[in-house]
């Protein structure tokens, strides 16, 4: 045990949880699609976050449940909003990387009081660009958490 204790083992071994190996697939939609789009997409398929894209899966923007209610509470005809003027923007978005450790992920998540963090890479044809691979969400945390405390951790 080279004099670790139990907790620092315990630490260690939640240190050693990767992002790529509990990340959820990620729910996109384009900068053009409106907000009524984007409100049917939430429910149709179940997530609270959705990430905004161009050119196939770049990172363009990330929307909550929030900024939709906030942008349903005027009078604009939401067929006509576009949802890339609803969200939160790059560069303003925390992400995580497949080979980073959920601890850190979850200490983000913590950090900028955000419900979820896009899991990137950089793109292929541009290392400047980020492309969105998955989804960590307090969900996927939370699932983590419940499979220690099983002792039945996926890896
Ligand atoms: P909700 O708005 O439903 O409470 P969040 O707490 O995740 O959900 O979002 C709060 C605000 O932070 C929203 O304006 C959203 O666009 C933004 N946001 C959400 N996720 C991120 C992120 N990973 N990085 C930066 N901003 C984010």
Do not use: H, W
């Not at 990340?23 to 907000?35: F, L, Q, R, Y």
């Not at 969200?87 to 601890?103: G, H, K």
Request: charged fraction near 25%.
């Amino acid at each position: 045990y080279a004099g670790k204790t139990r907790d620092q083992l315990f630490a260690q071994r939640i240190r050693q949880m990767k992002v790529k190996d509990y990340k959820a697939v990620p729910v996109v939609m384009t900068e053009e699609a409106s907000v009524y789009e984007a409100i049917c997409n939430m429910f149709l398929e179940d997530v609270g976050t959705l990430y905004i894209v161009r050119e196939g899966a770049i990172l363009s923007g990330v929307c909550s449940r929030k900024d939709l209610l906030k942008s349903s509470m005027g009078k604009q005809d939401l067929n006509a909003v576009p949802v890339s003027v609803v969200m939160t923007r790059m560069p303003n978005i925390v992400t995580c990387f497949p080979e980073e450790s959920l601890f850190d992920a979850a200490s983000k998540i913590i950090q900028y009081q955000v419900d979820s963090l896009p899991v990137v890479k950089p793109a292929e044809k541009d290392s400047d660009q980020l492309e969105v691979v998955g989804r960590i969400t307090k969900t996927t945390i939370t699932k983590a958490f419940v499979e220690l405390g099983e002792g039945r951790e996926t890896v």
